[in-house]
């Protein structure tokens, strides 16, 4: 995906995607299966979808590691101003 000017766009189709996709399915109905544009799409918009769910997850676990260390931080300081005071 492509960030523009505040919108997502999604990124086309490669030839490679395209193949492997065409690939799997060949493997998941056999030779004698013909699958149409619609089910190339699926598969492409399912991994996308999954693309998008493993950034989200990173971002989330970067943020929340952060939290942690912030947290850690004030507890250290905290601790250190009341046995200096």
Same mark, same amino acid.
């Given at each position: 995906?492509?960030?523009?000017?505040?919108?997502? =766009?999604? *990124?086309?189709? %490669? @030839? #490679? *995607?395209?193949?492997? +996709?065409?690939? /799997? /399915?060949?493997?998941?109905?056999?030779?004698?299966? &013909?699958?149409? $544009?619609? %089910?190339? /799409? *699926?598969?492409?918009? !399912?991994? @996308?979808?999954?693309? @998008?769910?493993?950034? $989200? &997850?990173?971002? +989330?676990?970067? !943020? =929340?590691? !952060? /939290?942690?260390? #912030? =947290?850690?931080?004030?507890?250290? !300081? =905290?601790?250190?101003?009341?046995? #200096?005071?």
């Amino acid at each position: 995906m492509r960030r523009g000017t505040g919108r997502e =766009t999604v *990124d086309q189709v %490669s @030839a #490679a *995607d395209m193949e492997r +996709i065409q690939k /799997l /399915l060949r493997e998941v109905g056999g030779p004698n299966v &013909s699958w149409g $544009a619609a %089910s190339v /799409l *699926d598969v492409w918009v !399912a991994e @996308a979808h999954m693309e @998008a769910q493993r950034r $989200a &997850s990173r971002q +989330i676990l970067v !943020a =929340t590691w !952060a /939290l942690v260390v #912030a =947290t850690v931080g004030l507890v250290v !300081a =905290t601790l250190g101003l009341v046995l #200096a005071g």
